[in-house]
């Protein structure tokens, strides 16, 4: 599974982005989509999740309310939209793949197979 992320940018605080995350490859439609972020000097962190059928989602307890999840297998791209942005959102973003047919959203990095090279969201205060 090949994954590319796109939609980062430079956004003022209280403003939206919606990011994608476009799989190519065998097996997209079974593949649990995680998102993560980065920002410099911290450790790589859980943001979102979604099963392969779309029917669970987990969201990280700072974006809830604010995040969602969701994806379009006739499209292979998951989608995060992300509302009422914080300086604090500012990170590089990934989205990851897993193979879980359970359809287990995991929220640590070493649990996920394949990872696309980040977009940069940055927001300005």
């Known amino acids: 599974v090949q994954l590319v992320e796109s939609g980062g940018g430079l956004v003022q605080a209280g403003d939206s982005l919606r990011l994608s995350c476009l799989a190519s490859?065998?097996?997209?439609?079974?593949?649990?989509i995680g998102w993560f972020r980065q920002a410099p000097g911290k450790e790589r962190e859980f943001v979102a999740g979604?099963?392969?059928?779309?029917?669970?989602?987990t969201l990280a307890d700072f974006v809830k309310g604010r995040f969602t999840i969701s994806r379009d297998n006739t499209k292979n791209t998951v989608y995060l939209e992300m509302n009422s942005l914080k300086p604090e959102d500012t990170a590089v973003y990934y989205c990851?793949?897993?193979?879980?047919?359970?359809?287990?959203?995991?929220?640590?990095?070493?649990?996920?197979?394949?990872w696309g090279q980040g977009t940069q969201v940055t927001v300005s205060s």
């Open positions: 990851a793949a897993r193979f879980s047919l359970q359809g287990i959203v995991a929220s640590t990095p070493p649990e996920y197979n394949f």
């Open positions: 490859g065998r097996n997209f439609n079974v593949n649990v």
């Open positions: 979604i099963s392969w059928n779309g029917r669970r989602t």
